[in-house]
């Protein structure tokens, strides 16, 4: 990366943003419909040569839909990329500790409602690019942030620069220094000084999120370590991450970032390993709370508690209200994707999907964002639009999860075409019994599905959850309903959505099991 070049700070034209300009005067009825006629075909014609999508809107309403008088658009925030900080030094736990920096002043911006954060995704995008500069502005962000990380035994410092991406000047140099024992308050000016070179003047509650916590710089190292460890994703890395998180806490007990990281770590540990759901979804739990106790506003140990009660089937409003809070914390793919779920499983299904897609809007440039998405359009049987959501997940980086999954919502998405024969071949191919059942239904041969519902019913390896929608799709409610009581599996909000339950909504024994996950009647 470029060294730092000093600058003398924003002037008033690096710091204004025009907004959309007011809209006209309304003309009269008759005019508006005598210019439409005249001018309809050559504005269609003239976007079909040039490219362009030109909105045809009403003249009676607003851009947005709403009735005149329109209002005035609000700016957007402008957008900030933070490239990740290069050690000069050789030591791997240096490059780990910059990469934790990193991550953790992207995070504490993501904070600041007037700021545009983009991703580490899209942060390594542009600094894979040959040119940076003309990267980021290709991915429509505002200002760059460069530098690099300087450390030894008494001392960090950070040196860099903010470039602004219309112009490609050096707008703010940044040059921070601070004792080793001050790493935690290094961070914090780091991002504070870019926050007011592209903002300007902060407000009260943007000042408090870059507050200095007194601990021990060990401690704040190890978390920083097992934030880049995590990032990874291997169960090796995991493993390390985990070890990192607990030496901070062993050094500092009472330093809450650290009791959220290892939660965080825990959480990925179930998703890694395979027989450690229960045994590390407990520990998640305990180090979130642990987080909570000690900062009520930790945004991510929020998140991890709303994620294991909404898999545990505790659906009340408090779950739903953690969720939503951790989001609004901690802006992010986790925090986003764990929102998502929960409003989910409440019922919530169109809020869940927006949250899911304004997820991948904000970070469309991250692999895990998309794959997150596909999996809740799946579960909200959109079969096509998850199959967008792997391909775009595989395009950005190979996974063979993603590549299985790719594979089967290509199949669902048959039925959902109303492919109906297309997606029967492709059940029997796979051995997918559902699917086959389904596709059965949908080409009115409901004998044929009938026998195979008892052929599957006769096993005794068969899930309680899919037990118990094999038995509503025969018309046996009571037997179906009386499965998931005794089970009651993991997300069973989710189950209960599926279409075999749709004619017994009002079903008493349905109800109850409502009631048991604390959902509102």
């Known amino acids: 990366m470029a060294d730092a070049r000093r600058g003398r700070g924003l002037d008033a034209r690096d710091r204004t943003h025009t907004p959309s300009a007011s809209p006209h ?29 030109v909105p045809v809107v009403a003249s009676a309403q607003c851009p947005n839909g709403s009735p005149p008088p329109c209002a005035r658009q609000a700016a957007r925030a402008p957008s900030v990329a933070i490239l990740f900080m290069e050690p000069r030094s050789r030591n791997a736990a240096d490059s780990l500790l910059a990469e934790g920096l990193t991550l953790e002043i992207i995070s504490t911006l993501s904070g600041v409602a007037r700021l545009d954060v983009r991703s580490r995704w899209a942060s390594r995008r542009i600094a894979a690019d040959a040119d940076p500069v003309r990267a980021a ?5 505002d200002y760059l942030v460069d530098g690099v990380l300087e450390l030894d035994s008494a001392r960090v410092l950070v040196h860099g620069a903010l470039t602004r991406t219309s112009t490609g ?37 943007e000042r408090a999120r870059f507050a200095v916590r007194r601990v021990d710089p060990r401690a704040v190292e190890f978390t920083l370590r097992s934030r880049a460890m995590n990032e990874l994703g291997t169960i090796a890395a995991n493993r390390q991450g985990i070890a990192y998180a607990r030496q901070a806490i062993e050094i500092d ?21 395979a027989d450690s759901t229960i045994a590390y979804r407990d520990l998640a739990v305990e180090a979130s709370e642990q987080a909570l106790a000690l900062d009520s506003a930790n ?38 994707t764990i929102l998502a779920v929960v409003l989910h499983f409440r019922g919530k ?58 594979l089967n919502a290509r199949r669902w998405a048959r039925l959902e075409a109303g492919d109906c024969a297309g997606a029967l071949a492709e059940g029997r191919s796979a051995d997918n019994a559902m699917l086959v059942i389904e596709s059965l239904r949908c080409l009115e041969r409901t004998s044929e599905a009938d026998s195979v519902i008892d052929s599957r019913l006769a096993l005794s390896t068969i899930p309680p959850e899919n037990r118990a929608i094999l038995l509503a799709w025969r018309g046996l409610p009571d037997s179906a309903f009386s499965v998931l009581d005794h089970a009651f599996p993991w997300s069973l909000g989710w189950t209960l959505q599926h279409p075999a339950f749709a004619p017994y909504r009002q079903h008493p024994a349905y109800l109850a099991l409502r009631r048991r996950m604390g959902l509102e009647q």
């Open 299 to 336: 945004g991510t140990a929020m998140s991890v508690i709303a994620s294991v009660r909404a898999m545990e089937n505790d659906l009340s409003p408090r779950t739903e209200a953690l969720a939503r809070q951790g989001a609004a914390q901690e802006p992010g793919v986790t925090t986003g």
């Open 25 to 53: 005067s309304l003309d009269s009825a008759a005019r508006r419909l005598h210019r439409c006629r005249l001018h309809l075909s050559l504005v269609l014609t003239s976007a079909l040569f040039l490219g362009a999508a």
């Open 253 to 273: 007990s009472t330093y809450a970032p650290a009791w959220a990281r290892l939660s965080v770590a825990y959480g990925l540990r179930v998703g890694l390993v």
């Open 169 to 205: 000047r050096v707008v703010r140099s940044i040059r921070i220094e601070r004792r080793r024992s001050e790493i935690e308050a290094l961070q914090m000016a780091v991002a504070q000084e870019v926050a007011a070179a592209v903002v300007g003047q902060l407000l009260p509650a």
């Open 349 to 406: 299904v169109e809020e869940a999907l927006a949250v899911s897609r304004a997820v991948v809007r904000r970070d469309s440039l991250a692999p895990v964002a998309w794959s997150y998405a596909a999996g809740r359009f799946f579960q909200a049987r959109r079969f096509a639009e998850a199959v967008g959501a792997r391909e775009h997940a595989l395009a950005l980086r190979l996974s063979r999860s993603d590549s299985v999954s790719l």
């Open 137 to 141: 502005r290709a991915l429509g962000v």
